[in-house]
């Protein structure tokens, strides 16, 4: 018969897990906007694939290697979801991108406009 050996023997000791750092409790008192509010301030993490979907977005719209000059034409994006999951952040992050790639080109022609954004609740 197998048996298991002891998870612990009797010379060993536990070794305390680390808990994260709690927040003042009086917060839970506070109105729901100071609470978001926190939340937004300190408890908000990247999303792992923003990046990776803006890089998508730019190579479905834009021709390898010219950025906006050689935006693909009639190319549109629509991005949807659940709520904070961070569609605003990547479609500012889109626009920050595009403006940069389209900076000389805005430079000569003031006309050229390098996109158009509607956001609808």
Do not use: K, N
């Given at each position: 018969m197998n048996q298991k050996p002891p998870l612990l023997t009797q010379h060993e000791e536990i070794s305390p897990v680390e808990e994260p750092p709690f927040f003042d409790r009086a917060l839970l008192l506070q109105p729901p906007s100071a609470r978001q509010?926190?939340?937004?301030?300190?408890?908000?993490?990247?999303?792992?694939?923003?990046?990776?979907?803006?890089?998508?977005?730019?190579?479905?719209?834009?021709?390898?290697?010219?950025?906006?000059?050689?935006?693909?034409?009639?190319?549109?994006?629509l991005v949807i979801g659940p709520a904070r999951v961070g569609k605003t952040t990547l479609i500012h992050l889109l626009e920050e991108r595009l403006l940069a790639y389209a900076a000389a080109r805005m430079r000569i022609d003031p006309h050229f406009i390098p996109f158009a954004s509607?956001?609808?609740?």
């Open positions: 509010e926190y939340f937004e301030q300190h408890c908000l993490i990247e999303h792992p694939r923003l990046l990776s979907a803006l890089d998508a977005i730019l190579e479905a719209t834009c021709a390898p290697g010219e950025g906006v000059h050689a935006r693909r034409p009639g190319t549109m994006v509607i956001t609808a609740p």
